[in-house]
């Protein structure tokens, strides 16, 4: 058990049978009235972010999230197949489950599973990924000015925004939470 005033940002703790997780906290002590703990959280299966305030003398029970390294291996219809990569165990994902930014995610890659006693709520794949391009519009010579952006499929099949001088065939480095170009991969 843990108090609303042991709270830290990314704390997680059951409340009304969800999980939440601290995003922010700020203790405030009013001139007048008793202390309270103001706390902004969001439910870690649906996303939902809500703000309320809390007796600090409030008790929750502590939720202990499980992330695991695991590998996607395929997908077979809306069915995604991970492998943990300590038991070699194999486990089905559902499409539902997986976030919007795991269309970045190719086979073979490993991403972290969230799970709440046993049960799997999210996906999260690694922050950067370089992927190559598969499809876009020819650059033209000499046009290489930055800021128009034109879309590229990339080899996952998702659409990205990228500069106009870049190449089909060119590898590319995108941040996985915001579906952004970030650069040339080095390689």
Request: proline share 4%; net charge negative; aromatic share 10%.
């Amino acid at each position: 058990m843990m108090t609303a005033g042991e709270f830290r940002n990314g704390v997680t703790f059951e409340m009304d049978g969800q999980v939440q997780q601290v995003i922010e906290f700020q203790h405030v002590k009013p001139g007048k009235g008793a202390a309270f703990v103001r706390v902004k959280m969001k439910n870690v299966v649906t996303g939902a972010v809500t703000e309320t305030s809390f007796n600090p003398t409030a008790k929750f029970e502590e939720a202990f999230v499980e992330r695991r390294e695991m590998q996607y291996l395929y997908n077979e219809g809306d069915l995604y197949y991970f492998m943990d990569n300590e038991t070699y165990e194999q486990i089905p994902i559902s499409k539902d489950t997986l976030g919007d930014d795991f269309r970045f995610v190719k086979e073979n890659e490993n991403v972290k599973v969230l799970s709440y006693k046993g049960s799997v709520f999210a996906v999260e794949p690694p922050l950067f990924v370089e992927l190559e391009i598969t499809e876009t519009e020819p650059g033209v010579k000499g046009n290489t000015a930055t800021n128009v952006l034109k879309p590229a499929t990339v080899e996952t099949g998702a659409v990205v925004k990228v500069p106009i001088f870049i190449e089909q065939g060119e590898r590319i480095q995108i941040d996985t939470r915001t579906g952004e170009y970030l650069g040339r991969s080095k390689k």
